[in-house]
């Protein structure tokens, strides 16, 4: 199996841009995938593939990839994208596994 | 708009088996390429994938759950479900009902259900 990592924490001013990463060995042969969740709530995908956002994902959200980093920008923080990020993708076996990187619980200040 | 809706037993005593049904709607669980899967979540901490059945019936789960884990699917009534055997206290957690239509980008998610394994 394959490990994701993320950033516990991250914060950005209200307005900014912050890009979450997530790292990991399969991400060189898988895309990854963004979930926002927030308190309470089940978790939302937001980005997939290489960059595509489901119906009524704001465009401020935006993924890449580079080598082994997966990133989600935000571009223009809103205070309503305070939430945990997971990112996952397939494990890098083949077996049709799949992992979660740990979260990044992101404040906008 | 296809939902997703979990139901279930909220306290599971330890070393019994958990079971959870998912009951789709407004969509065939038989419809091509869907996989139907299971994710939890400690009290607190991150996303666990449990396991994910595609819609040919062939399933695929954790490697650290395997042994313990079945999923299986009721077409009469549009639901699948999860049975988690000899549970302990570490298995204690919200449990969502997923769908995907690649295997690992779940777009649609249950509203959750919390399961605590207690005496």
């Known amino acids: 199996s394959s490990e994701l990592t993320q950033d516990p924490a991250m914060s950005v001013a209200l307005g900014q841009t912050v890009r979450i990463t997530c790292q990991g060995d399969?991400?060189?042969?898988?895309?990854a995938s963004w979930y926002q969740q927030k308190p309470g709530q089940a978790p939302v995908l937001v980005i997939y593939?290489?960059?595509n956002r489901p119906s009524g994902i704001p465009d401020r959200f935006s993924g890449s990839t580079s080598g082994n980093t997966a990133s989600l920008t935000i571009t223009g923080a809103q205070a309503e994208d305070e939430a945990d990020y997971y990112c996952?993708?397939?494990?890098?076996?083949?077996?049709?596994?799949?992992?979660f990187g740990g979260g990044t619980k992101l404040t906008v200040l | 708009q296809l939902q997703l809706q979990e139901s279930g037993p909220g306290l599971v005593k330890p070393s019994e088996t958990l079971s959870l049904t998912c009951t789709v709607s407004?969509?065939?669980?038989?419809?091509?390429?869907?996989?139907w899967g299971w994710i939890r979540q400690p009290p607190g901490k991150g996303l666990e994938w449990i396991g994910s059945m595609y819609y040919s019936g062939t399933t695929y789960y954790n490697p650290s759950l395997k042994s313990r884990v079945t999923i299986s699917v009721d077409t009469s009534k549009n639901q699948f479900s999860l049975k988690v055997s000899s549970v302990t206290a570490a298995d204690t957690a919200v449990y969502y009902c997923v769908l995907s239509f690649s295997g690992y980008d779940f777009g649609y998610w249950g509203q959750g259900t919390l399961v605590t394994v207690s005496s």
């Open positions: 996952n993708s397939r494990d890098s076996s083949g077996n049709h596994l799949v992992v």
């Open positions: 593939g290489k960059n």
């Open positions: 399969s991400l060189r042969s898988y895309y």
């Open positions: 407004a969509g065939s669980i038989r419809s091509n390429n869907y996989y």
